[in-house]
């Protein structure tokens, strides 16, 4: 089955095409990280148009990479949310305009799952049952995967995401946006000694999870070093280095709970922050000590990309799972625990 994959829940237009029997075919991104980044976040408006204009000539793209026709496509699978109603909309309408002209099944999925599996597309895949650590811009949960929609929340954080505690830091600390990758590479010249950031919420038992406090922790350090005069940058770099030692110290700490907790040896860890080579040391140190192992999507998979969604699409597709007939869904919020085994 060749399935063709759309993105667009946010700030990147991503298309895929993945077919079942021989693996993913071709993949395409026109990221708008460049446009936004006027604004220092994303604009909703402007995403939804630039996703309106990039879609189609994309799709096109990928369909020549990959030597099919349009005529070839077995069917569709967008992202149907969460995300930014108006960008869900652009890839949602076009998935049900092609498809009803192809006359061929589509399908809405869920963004999450698609970051979730998304190391399903690697050469060495994880076996279920695991634990997956969700981290991206709007999301930081650690779930248990007992296999396709079988999934348990064990924790998820209670105020920001992981993503987007760094990407308000790295506006503190003058980067631009997003600010994960810039406070990462500040990072690396920074002096882990000069301060301790707390690690929220691991002093109690329990896998919640909250970066809003380290916000107020890193302005505070960086409004202390100025009214000194002493902001140079030297000092960003050790605030950048103490507030990713703290985030990537809590989110190693909950993964070595949750595994403990199941049981299992597998963690899959996938969204944007699942970049961060600080996080993927330490997760690696912390999972070897268990005789556990460590998941990842390739780099490029890690943000937002039209694979997953197209992976995902398949798997359920396979399964029979298909849209109404002009029935396009667009959920902005759509917790993941409600889906279900197809
Ligand atoms: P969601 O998937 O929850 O809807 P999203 O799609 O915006 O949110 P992603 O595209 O998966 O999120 O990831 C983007 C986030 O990842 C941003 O917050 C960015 O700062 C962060 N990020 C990317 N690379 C790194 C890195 N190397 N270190 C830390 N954070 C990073
Ligand atoms: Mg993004
Ligand atoms: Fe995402």
Redesign the pocket.
Known sequence: MRVLGIET????TGVALYDTERGLAADALHSQIAMHAEYGG?VPELASRDHTRRLLPLIQRVLDDAGTARGELDAIAYTAG??LVGALMVGASTAHGLARALGIPVLGVH??EG?LLAPMLEDAPPAFPFVAL??????TQLVEVAGLGRYRLLGESVDD????A??KA?KMLGLDY????A??RLAEAGDPTRWRFPRPMTDRPGLDFSFSGLKTHTLTAIRRLEADGKLDETARADVARAF?EAVVDTLVIKCRRALDQTGLKRLVVA???S???R?RERLGQAAAKRGAEVFYPRGRF???NGAMIAYVGAQRLLAGERDELGQMQAVPRWPMETLREP
């Open positions: 829940s946010c700030d990147e994303v969460p995300g963004h999450m970051h969700l981290v991206s811009g709007g999301h995401a992981a993503g987007e760094f990407d790295a997003p600010g994960g990758p406070v990462a990713e969204g944007g922050v970049a961060n080579a996080l890690c943000t937002d």
